[in-house]
């Protein structure tokens, strides 16, 4: 039996031997290029909406008498609006007034 297993030891110790102990060093990862920049979404960001109800805003909001947040909503039909981020899709200059109860918002050109 003793020599059974000093075979099998040595046979395990050569084979760790054939093998190396230490990791090769990993590769170094290539570095990403830098991501493009998609010329279409800032064409689309330049660009005042064109939709129906948001050119209404803005035709509502750059009248000499300016509109109230609740004709806004009439006139849309929308539940809620902000009428500072639609100045600013438009690209207007948003000021308010206060008329009474209400405020009055006024939309001018930047």
């Known amino acids: ?7 099998i030891e040595e046979v395990a110790a050569a084979e760790a031997a054939k093998k190396p102990k230490t990791r090769k060093a990993a590769a170094p990862k290539p570095k990403k290029a830098a991501p493009k920049k998609p010329k279409a979404r800032a064409a689309a960001k330049a660009a005042v ?12 909001l750059t009248r000499k008498s300016g509109c ?11 539940t809620a609006i902000s009428m500072q981020q639609v100045a600013k899709v438009a690209r207007l200059k948003l000021t308010a007034k206060k008329d ?3 405020l009055r918002y006024f939309g001018a050109a930047k």
């Open 68 to 78: 109230t947040r609740a004709e806004v909503l009439a006139a849309t039909g929308w």
């Open 100 to 102: 009474g109860v209400c």
């Open 49 to 60: 909406k064109t939709t129906s109800k948001t050119v209404a805003v803005v035709a509502m």
């Open 1 to 7: 039996m003793n020599d059974l297993s000093n075979a």
